[in-house]
């Protein structure tokens, strides 16, 4: 019973954990919330993140992405978001994002829950 509770709890086919959006939302707030915003057309330095899983790269209206991300032809799902949450520049050689990498990998997932949310 027990290893079959725990089989759950493991990634399907390349698929990712579920993170917690609660956790994520605090998460975001400290890591992302200076640069981006979750509201809708609400752009900051970076681009709004509502919306964003399932979302194509530089895909947001009226948004100035760097040329590396308008030519990335990445659709952000939560596998592509954790990638590129590890190392945005190994990941999009050439785009402006500051941020060095979220190495914590349940700070992540964190992360990617709450961005599920923001649709």
């Not at 089989?7 to 400290?30: I, Q």
């Not at 592509?80 to 990941?91: C, E, G, H, R, V």
């Amino acid at each position: 019973m027990l290893a079959a509770s725990m089989a759950l709890l493991l990634p399907v086919g390349g698929a990712l954990a579920a993170g917690d959006a609660e956790a994520g939302k605090a998460a975001f707030s400290r890591r992302c919330a200076v640069c981006h915003a979750v509201a809708e057309g609400q752009n900051k330095v970076g681009p709004s993140l509502h919306g964003v899983v399932g979302r194509a790269s530089g895909a947001v209206p009226n948004f100035n992405y760097s040329q590396a991300m308008k030519n990335a032809g990445k659709t952000w799902d939560e596998a592509s978001i954790d990638t590129y949450l590890q190392d945005p520049k190994a990941y999009v050689p050439g785009n402006r994002m500051i941020l060095a990498g979220i190495k914590d990998e349940a700070e992540r997932q964190n992360i990617i829950a709450y961005l599920a949310t923001q649709k």
